[in-house]
């Protein structure tokens, strides 16, 4: 950001001291967060409307960024959920003939602080070696003392339930690619399967795909209990993505304790989280986490590899899974989980992102497998 022809000076402090000096680009202010980085060249604006980055300050290890703008097509969310947005050099003149605004007004019009000028590279290496930290970035001050102490105050995201700040107060339809209110359940075309998707922070391309693939799609809040869900008569139910830890998400957790065997479900990323501790695994987090559109996740049955889309900071730890589940994925990078299957309740899970194509192979085949397992197994969309 500019004032009077000068920059306004920006400064990120980590909890182990280390200070990082840039200037903001847009907006003004002050937050706390985990400072995580990104490797994507491309999808800034996805990356910042993705609400699994609530409670996050990332960064880009790309070092241009801004150069094709944003629009009002590539949202994944009504809003950007990150708590601040750090790149290399920012790009003011986009170009590019779907670009609506700058990178600037994008992120002005969302009230969240972009910065420029930090050395990503410094900093990304920083988190590999010594792992995701609490940060502050700030325009108010450059007091080290001051920044210290607010930062300490800041809790981090264990424990957190951050799930309850991004997830829909209310339940609504998605028709025709956008949200709608609900008029009628009874309304919605019968050939089309009905498919319940827990909102703990869903991108829209997941809804996208749901309904490109032929069904018809009812969002709800995360706290909606089992009995409500299974009032819809769903054919399916989908746990979505979302931000932080799974671990304090009980109510969640509890909720697909008691949908498992009686609809089909398909968990990603924070929904394979859940559905793993619904069948009684535990979770860790991750020392630096998995952001980015270039992961290595090697199927187990077929053996093939997909180049995947990812966020996140926590995982199933497979060792906790009981005997009869499936571990259908793994990744290579570190060998942890990506996905588990299990056939007799009909329910399996990605710890990646199906509905994004970041690579020549893409996941997005498991829509249509899920909405297959769907079919096959409802009654009422077969008559």
Known sequence: MTLFGRRTPAILLLEDGSVYRGYAFASSGEVMGEVVFNTGMSG????????????????????????????DEDMESDTIHMEGFIIKEYQPYPSNWRSQYSLKEFLEAHNTLGVEGIDTRALTRKIRTAGAMRAILSTETDNINTLTRRLETYPGLVGQDLVRLVSCKKSYLWKNGRPVDIVSIDSLEKSRPLVVVIDCGVKYSILRNLEEKGSNVLVVPSN????????????????????????????????????????????????????????????????????????????????????????????????????????????????????????????????????????????????????????????????
């Open 44 to 71: 800034y604006q996805e990356i910042l409307t993705d609400p699994s980055y609530k409670g996050q300050i990332l960064t880009m290890t790309y070092p241009l960024i801004g150069n094709y703008g944003a629009n």
């Open 224 to 383: 909606t209990t089992a009995q409500e869900i299974l009032s819809y008569k769903p054919d399916g139910v989908l746990l979505s993505n979302g931000p932080g830890d799974p671990a304090p998400l009980t109510y969640v957790v509890k909720t697909t304790k008691e949908l498992l065997g009686k609809v089909p479900l398909f968990g990603i990323c924070l929904g394979h989280q859940i559905l793993g501790q619904a069948l009684g695994a535990s979770t860790a987090k991750l020392k630096f986490g998995h952001h980015g559109i270039n992961q290595p996740v090697k199927n187990l049955e077929t053996l093939h590899i997909d180049i995947t889309s990812q966020n996140h900071g926590f995982i199933v730890v497979t060792e906790t899974l009981p005997p009869e589940v499936n571990e259908a994925f793994i990744n290579l990078n570190d060998g942890t989980s990506e996905g588990i299957y299990y056939p007799s309740l009909k329910a399996f899970s990605v710890q990646y992102h199906p509905e994004a194509a970041p690579g020549p192979h893409d996941a997005r085949y498991l829509f249509k497998e899920f909405l297959d397992l769907v079919r096959h197994s409802s009654a009422r969309v077969l008559q």
